[in-house]
């Protein structure tokens, strides 16, 4: 069998330095490139040095676990024993994700044949497995499983950051009471030009009860100052509350939101509850997400006052009925 140690030495480099990029990613630190080139020469050498029968009592346990902190601090300092100790598991369930990736995929592809002649008795009885990868595949089953990997931590990331910006979110309009999931975005700067009120953007599919047969659909197709003129709106209960607002999308010119004035809303965020009176809820016809993980888009401004702490055991919704029965009354006494 012929060896060829420089190609080992510099496969094991690349692998070495990959994963401990890896491990900074995941950890979101930027190291010095000159320190995960020590570190991954130094992880190369190892793997090298078991082609020397003189050093095979390196080959330990203990030797290993050694070097790996040797990498780790190579790699990424010593700033605190606490980052210290993260660093090094997260080498460590780096490491494990990608053998275990490659394992997986290398039994993927075996057929029941091969899966079986690897399978043999000990004398004590005992089931043992032999595994045989080829160094080709192993390098190419490593790159797979490594995007594989990042490509999962990445979407992760996405979705943690995104349920950060999640909140619930309760409208009223007289006596109907509409709740969903909302979305804040802090890029949203969507306002009535006239009056500088902030709109919240709802999905209209939500309110297809209260609004006139068709107008859920018809919303999907745009141009909704051409619905109001052509659809008779006298019946509509809310015929006062209908707002045109015009803005100005991507990639695309001046356009009209169907909106309306509701009497109340409520928004939960962050262990605070935020309650106002001037807002429009604008109207889209499509789908705000293809998961439905959220259905309004969170005008910023909405969040920017004073909050009150959200109870326990749903007394805020309590006193949020309240506060909406109450809001109703004064409204009655100021009309009478």
Not at 144 to 173: D, G, M, N, Y
Not at 276 to 302: E, M, N, Q, W
Request: charged share 20%; aromatic share 12%; hydrophobic share 50%.
């Amino acid at each position: 069998m012929v060896v060829y140690i420089d190609l080992i030495f510099i496969v094991n480099l690349l692998i070495d330095g990959i994963l401990l990029a890896l491990t900074a990613w995941m950890r979101r630190i930027r190291p010095r490139l000159w320190r995960v080139a020590c570190s991954s020469l130094l992880g190369a050498m190892y793997v090298v040095m078991m082609f020397v029968p003189e050093l095979s009592f390196l080959y330990t346990f203990l030797i290993k676990f050694m070097l790996s902190l040797m990498m780790i601090w190579i790699a990424f300092g010593y700033a605190s024993l606490q980052e210290y100790i993260r660093n090094l598991g997260a080498f460590y369930i780096v490491n494990f994700a990608i053998a275990g990736g490659i394992i997986g995929f290398h039994y993927f592809l075996q057929s029941s044949g091969e899966l079986f002649e690897g399978i043999w008795y000990s004398a004590t009885g005992g089931l043992s497995f032999e595994l045989k990868v080829g160094f080709w595949f192993a390098c190419i089953a490593f790159f797979v499983v490594v995007f594989a990997f990042k490509a999962v931590q990445t979407t992760k990331r996405k979705t943690e950051s995104r349920e950060t910006l999640l909140a619930p979110v309760t409208v009223w309009i007289g006596s109907t009471k509409v709740q969903c999931t909302g979305l804040l975005d802090t890029g949203n700067q969507l306002s009535d030009p006239l009056t500088r009120t902030p709109v919240m953007v709802m999905e209209a599919s939500l309110w297809e009860r209260e609004l006139p047969p068709g107008w859920s659909d018809k919303l999907m197709g745009g141009e909704p100052d051409k619905l109001i003129m052509e659809a008779d709106v006298s019946a509509f209960a809310w015929q006062d509350r209908l707002r045109l607002v015009p803005y100005r999308g991507v990639n695309r010119g001046a356009a009209f939101m169907l909106a309306i004035k509701p009497d109340m809303i409520r928004i939960e965020l962050g262990g605070m509850a935020y309650e106002t009176t001037k807002v429009l809820i604008g109207l889209d016809g499509g789908r705000l997400s293809g998961d439905r993980a959220y259905r309004a888009i969170i005008h910023p401004g909405l969040i920017e006052g004073e909050g009150m702490p959200i109870a326990a055991g749903g007394c805020d919704a309590a006193n949020a009925e309240g506060g909406m029965m109450a809001h109703e009354q004064e409204a009655e006494r100021t009309v009478g």
